[in-house]
């Protein structure tokens, strides 16, 4: 059957009768156009918004630009709806509950709340994606281990602005750090983060921190670590040949509010044609990705972090606990914080 406005408004008064939790819930706005998202919603950012074409197709968008599912299957749209409900109602619920406060109550109480329309629905939240498999096993780890150990203070750029993981068959850590630029006779020396700090009683490395960098291996991952590259830095081709054949890449621009994550694998940008994708779109109880799209294993690992760990308060030690999950990323905090890791500086400074 193909959704008209009709459907979808019979289809909700059907399940909100039958529901004592959305009994008081609306459908969110429809409209035909993204261009009438704020006239609809009544505000800029933050509520669904339905967009219903002629074919019978509803893409949903939060926000005018960011379009978060696309689907002609009405049980999807209900879901959709339903679950943009009951995250207003858990919001409420947990900020009055007693015991370890709204944000630890928050995700958890969106699950219950879809337990009760639906059990099939509370699953399919706590699993994250809209692929049917069930939810993962919990973890059974620190949160705070592996990658997320760092994620406070690279909010503050500190220890570096750029974090760069590549992965790919025989790849090493030495050839890719000479390909951006590092200096051949520091890394064949392998030169250490506390030799360049001690350099001048540490004057010399106060006045170089934002041409030097730190590198090495950490699990199936070659890791990179810097404030600045000389030039652009190579290029996807030349990783490639290196036999790179995957790389996440994260920045932090305290000064702007501004922390991105890239996903490239086999040479292209895996984004579901969103272009840029910044951290702060993650938002606690929300999927910040397409859903069902090449990034929904991300969806599925940021649910299963908020599932474990609900006393984590911070969202960026969320997100990098989930990129740690889905990616098996981990950088060696012992080394880093005691300057062990290896490092060097960059040979030459393009004009």
Request: aromatic content about 10%; charged content about 25%; overall charge negative.
């Amino acid at each position: 059957m193909q959704i008209s406005e009709d459907t979808l408004k019979q289809a909700w008064h059907q399940l909100t009768g039958n529901s004592d939790v959305l009994d008081d819930a609306m459908l969110p706005p429809i409209g035909t156009s993204p261009d009438q998202y704020e006239e609809r919603v009544g505000e800029l950012h933050g509520r669904l918004f339905l967009i219903l074409e002629q074919d019978g197709t509803v893409r949903g968008r939060i926000g005018p630009y960011r379009e978060v599912f696309v689907t002609r299957d009405l049980d999807q749209v209900l879901y959709f709806a339903a679950e943009d409900a009951v995250r207003k109602l858990a919001e409420h619920i947990a900020a009055r509950a007693p015991g370890s406060g709204p944000v630890a109550n928050l995700v958890g109480g969106q699950a219950e709340l879809l337990d009760r329309i639906n059990p099939a629905w509370g699953s399919r939240f706590r699993n994250g994606s809209m692929d049917g498999e069930p939810p993962s096993l919990p973890c059974g780890r620190d949160p705070l281990e592996g990658l997320a150990w760092i994620a406070g203070n690279w909010r503050g750029q500190d220890p570096c602005t750029h974090l760069v993981f590549f992965r790919g068959e025989n790849i090493s850590a030495e050839q890719i750090v000479l390909l951006h630029g590092a200096d051949p006779e520091q890394v064949a020396g392998e030169t250490r983060l506390a030799d360049l700090r001690s350099m001048d009683d540490g004057a010399f490395y106060q006045d170089m921190v934002w041409e030097t960098c730190c590198f090495g291996q950490a699990g199936d991952w070659a890791f990179l670590m810097y404030h600045e590259t000389p030039g652009l830095g190579p290029g996807l081709e030349a990783l490639a040949r290196l036999g790179v054949s995957e790389m996440v890449h994260l920045r932090a621009t305290s000064a702007k509010a501004i922390y991105t994550f890239d996903y490239f694998r086999d040479g292209r940008r895996i984004d579901d044609d969103w272009g840029v994708l910044e951290l702060i779109w993650y938002d606690r109880g929300r999927a910040p990705y397409f859903r069902g799209g090449q990034l929904d294993f991300l969806n599925r690992a940021i649910r299963r972090a908020e599932l474990d760990h609900p006393g984590t308060t911070s969202e960026f030690e969320l997100y990098f606990h989930a990129l740690e999950d889905a990616f098996g990323l981990q950088l060696p905090q012992q080394d880093i914080q005691e300057g062990t890791v290896r490092a060097a500086q960059w040979a030459r400074r393009d004009s």
